[in-house]
């Protein structure tokens, strides 16, 4: 199996099961964190392979012990970032719609199942279940716009949970791409990034760190050639990272 592969394995499934919950995230979080921590010394030895008789403690320091708090940083705050946030908007109106002609039995070797059609022509796909609908959508590039037509039921949230797509209108056409506070974009290969209020702000601006340090030396001191070298170190961060793996093996429940 390839890289590629495997990254569309990973794709596949994460789309069958729709996103997980913050529970199943923490966990994953904290098995990636016992994985990093309990391959130190292997990845300290690839790092030096790649970039050269690299100090062993620059890399312990840089690249494995600084996971440490980037992934306690980001379980902490797993919950607030997965919430759903209700957007203010003026509300908009459907454009009228019209389709003079409509595909049936396309298959995936013709040129219009590939391309992007615009109306007035329109593809249509007979389905038995929302599990084959799912299914095809994921099995595919995640779309600009997907649309539902039809009631809040539970196949509209298990289609709505299960797939990717730049945006979802339900009983109408193209509304929210048409609310100037709603984020618009595409995933994938349909776009990256958002415009349209706040999120089109974020995305055309660069949001610029000023940071400044109180600590004696700072960081230039604490990777300088002294500090790399010497023993106590790397015996420090070796200790750090093992007390970080055996807290995520505790959580676990693998200690």
Known sequence: MTVTDLFHAQRAAYLQEGPPAAEVRRDRLDRLLVA???????????????????????????????????????????????????????????????????????????????????????????????????????????????????????????????????????????????????PFGGIGQSGMGSYHGKAGFDTFSHRRAVAESTVPGGIAAAMGPEAVTDPATGSALRAAIAGARQEALQRLGRS
């Open 36 to 182: 990093v921590l309990g391959a130190a010394d292997d990845l300290t030895e690839a790092l030096d392979a790649d970039f050269g008789h690299r100090p062993p403690t620059m890399s312990l320091m840089a690249d494995v012990a600084g996971t440490i708090e980037n992934i306690r940083h980001l379980s902490a705050h797993l919950e607030e970032w997965m919430r759903p946030a209700p957007v203010a908007s003026s509300g908009a109106a459907g454009l009228p719609t019209a389709v003079d002609v409509v595909l049936l039995g396309v298959t995936e070797e013709m040129a219009v199942a590939r391309e992007e059609v615009f109306g007035p022509v329109l593809t249509v796909y007979p389905y038995d279940t929302i599990a084959d609908v799912i299914s095809y959508v994921t099995a595919h590039p995640a779309p600009l716009l997907a649309y539902w037509y039809g009631d809040d039921t539970e196949d509209f949230r298990a289609f709505r949970h299960r797939t990717a797509s730049g945006g979802i209108t339900r009983n109408d056409f193209a509304v929210h791409m048409m609310l100037p506070d709603v």
